[in-house]
């Protein structure tokens, strides 16, 4: 059975700090949207409070997350012991996107390593935390990081990535413009 707690214990922390994967949820409000469930690898999660966390987020393909946390804010990160003993623990909150002009940035990003190819900080506050058994995940042996995006991100130019997160980036599956796609289109009309 599950237990249910207010914010990130001690214990959550090292259990999500030992953790190499983690994944987000997000859903926009309209019925007959779509749910997001995203993995995030590489070490961009910061624990900054018993309920207060952030990633650094890398650019992708899509960007639902952050158009979904435009929507609603509603998210819920998801870490699964492959190794050791069995666990899941869940995060649930409200997130908001910080992006790299706005002026919560350095303050925000002096605590990351900031990868090639970043694209915003998803910024989240925590209202409940929940760990669950987990004694049916499967044992699964980290073998390390991919540097696939990296390399990709490194091969483009400033402006092969803007044009990149352009086309990609700006308005979810579900047609919600995103912080990105807000800004870009401002910058765009100005």
Same mark, same amino acid.
């Given at each position: 059975?599950?237990?249910?707690?207010?914010?990130?214990?001690?214990?959550?922390?090292?259990?999500?700090?030992?953790?190499?994967?983690?994944?987000?949820?997000?859903?926009?409000?309209?019925?007959?949207?779509?749910?997001?469930?995203?993995?995030?690898?590489?070490?961009?999660?910061?624990?900054?409070?018993?309920?207060?966390?952030?990633? #650094?987020? &890398?650019? %992708?393909? !899509?960007?639902?997350?952050?158009?979904?946390?435009?929507?609603?804010?509603? /998210?819920?990160?998801? @870490?699964?012991?492959?190794?050791?003993?069995?666990?899941? #623990?869940? &995060?649930? %909150?409200? !997130?908001?996107?910080?992006?790299?002009?706005?002026?919560?940035?350095?303050? /925000?990003?002096?605590? @990351?390593?900031?990868?090639?190819?970043?694209?915003?900080?998803?910024?989240?506050?925590?209202?409940?935390?929940?760990?669950?058994?987990?004694?049916?995940?499967?044992?699964?042996?980290?073998?390390?990081?991919?540097?696939?995006?990296?390399?990709?991100?490194?091969?483009?130019?400033?402006?092969?990535?803007?044009?990149?997160?352009?086309?990609?980036?700006?308005?979810?599956?579900?047609?919600?413009?995103?912080?990105?796609?807000?800004?870009?289109?401002?910058?765009?009309?100005?």
């Amino acid at each position: 059975m599950g237990k249910v707690y207010s914010s990130i214990l001690p214990q959550h922390e090292e259990f999500i700090r030992k953790q190499r994967i983690f994944f987000v949820g997000s859903a926009p409000l309209s019925a007959d949207g779509h749910v997001n469930i995203s993995p995030k690898g590489h070490d961009v999660l910061r624990i900054f409070s018993p309920n207060e966390v952030a990633y #650094l987020d &890398l650019t %992708g393909s !899509g960007n639902e997350t952050s158009a979904h946390l435009i929507d609603n804010g509603r /998210m819920t990160f998801m @870490f699964l012991a492959f190794e050791g003993p069995p666990m899941i #623990l869940r &995060l649930y %909150g409200k !997130g908001k996107v910080v992006l790299p002009d706005s002026p919560e940035w350095n303050d /925000m990003a002096k605590h @990351f390593d900031i990868l090639p190819g970043y694209r915003q900080i998803i910024h989240a506050e925590i209202e409940t935390v929940k760990t669950s058994c987990g004694f049916s995940v499967p044992f699964y042996s980290y073998m390390g990081e991919r540097d696939t995006l990296q390399q990709w991100a490194m091969n483009k130019s400033e402006q092969g990535l803007e044009e990149y997160r352009k086309e990609k980036n700006t308005i979810s599956m579900d047609g919600i413009v995103t912080p990105l796609g807000k800004c870009l289109s401002n910058f765009n009309n100005d």
